[in-house]
């Protein structure tokens, strides 16, 4: 593909990407907030991509996993549900 040709994908790709920035944004913004009003311990590590990476005490994963997922996925209006999908491990490699 040729110079003319990335330029084009780019230009095509920019609104969503950008639309994708904006959530995950927005959802890191609230989250931090709810998993305190909700009495959880986990803490925001870091961001990759489209995903959250978290530390969760033992015993609050289920909650934990359901309140991000309620939180992330309520973040915006689309006309299709954004869904969000959870993992868990001791590693970022091992939750996927």
Same mark, same amino acid.
Not at 14 to 27: H, L, M, V, Y
Not at 54 to 63: D, I, K, L, S, Y
């Given at each position: ?29 609230? !989250?931090? #907030? ?6 959880? %311990?986990? &803490?925001?590590? +870091?961001? @990759? ?17 359901? !309140?991000? #997922? ?6 915006? %209006?689309? &006309?299709?549900? +954004?869904? @969000? ?12």
């Amino acid at each position: 593909m040729g110079e003319r040709g990335n330029a084009e994908r780019a230009a095509i790709n920019a609104p969503f990407q950008g639309g994708a920035a904006e959530i995950i944004k927005r959802a890191m913004v609230r !989250l931090p #907030r709810a998993l305190q009003q909700a009495g959880l %311990s986990a &803490r925001m590590l +870091l961001q @990759v991509h489209d995903e959250l990476v978290f530390e969760v005490p033992e015993g609050e994963e289920a909650r934990t996993a359901e !309140l991000v #997922r309620q939180v992330m996925e309520g973040v915006a %209006s689309l &006309r299709v549900p +954004l869904k @969000v999908d959870v993992g868990f491990g001791r590693s970022w490699a091992e939750a996927h």
